[in-house]
């Protein structure tokens, strides 16, 4: 089993550019949830997808969006970035309960 | 509003030292509490998960406790080494259906040889 993956490791954007982020749960697993981590804090709850619907939002910008495919993976898409941007963003898969965490992507925002 | 604090911020300890680390949260109706481990720039590794029901769990050398009334975790490593280093998160879950973790700022400990 792969665990969760991510895609890519690491990005550089330019402020105002759009962005997107893929992210392929652990086999079985059906829900994805996305969180932003900045230098120092903890990560922050952006959203989840179940059934290729948002199931549940965090307190983030309606530039943040998502998307779940049939076969589970999810994408995360950004736009009109902001140098506050600038975080690792992960993601987490589950299947009804511990969540089960990938890599991340470290996004820069230059 | 879900609240969740870590005491210290950073920690820096010789080898073989026993070490506590802190988590509180405001609101005590919580689903469970889980402990995570962080290297740097790299994801989260679950250490231990705790439910609302339980007292405590141990792995190997981490053993973690929670007092619910009083909004409370520790995480207690044994007999640390410098492998232990790095930065360990403290993660509360509302209940079962909102399904959102709830992160503290971490810990980031440092264990020297």
């Known amino acids: 089993d792969a665990g969760v993956t991510q895609s890519p490791t690491h990005l550089i954007k330019t402020r105002g550019q759009q962005v997107t982020l893929r992210c392929s749960p652990k086999?079985?697993?059906?829900?994805v949830s996305w969180y932003q981590q900045a230098l120092g804090q903890g990560p922050q709850f952006i959203f989840q997808?179940?059934?290729?619907?948002?199931?549940q939002r965090g307190n983030f910008p309606d530039r943040f969006s998502g998307h779940q495919f049939p076969n589970y993976s999810s994408e995360l898409n950004v736009n009109a970035l902001l140098l506050g941007d600038s975080a690792l963003y992960l993601c987490?898969?589950?299947?009804?309960?511990?969540?089960?965490f990938g890599p991340g992507t470290r996004l820069t925002v230059l | 509003k879900q609240e969740v604090t870590q005491i210290p911020a950073a920690l820096s300890v010789p080898e073989g030292e026993n070490l506590v680390l802190n988590c509180s949260f405001t609101d005590s109706a919580i689903y469970n509490l889980q402990w995570f481990r962080q290297d740097p720039g790299k994801g989260l590794t679950s250490l231990l998960l705790?439910?609302?029901?339980?007292r405590e769990q141990t792995s190997g050398r981490l053993n973690a406790s929670l007092d619910k009334s009083s909004g409370r975790s520790t995480l207690y490593i044994a007999a640390s080494q410098p492998g232990d280093s790095a930065t360990y998160l403290c993660a509360v879950k509302a209940n079962q259906a909102g399904t959102a973790l709830i992160f503290g700022k971490g810990t980031t400990l440092s264990v020297s040889s």
């Open positions: 987490a898969s589950s299947l009804g309960g511990t969540q089960y």
């Open positions: 997808y179940y059934e290729e619907e948002e199931r």
């Open positions: 705790i439910q609302s029901s339980q």
């Open positions: 086999s079985g697993h059906d829900t």
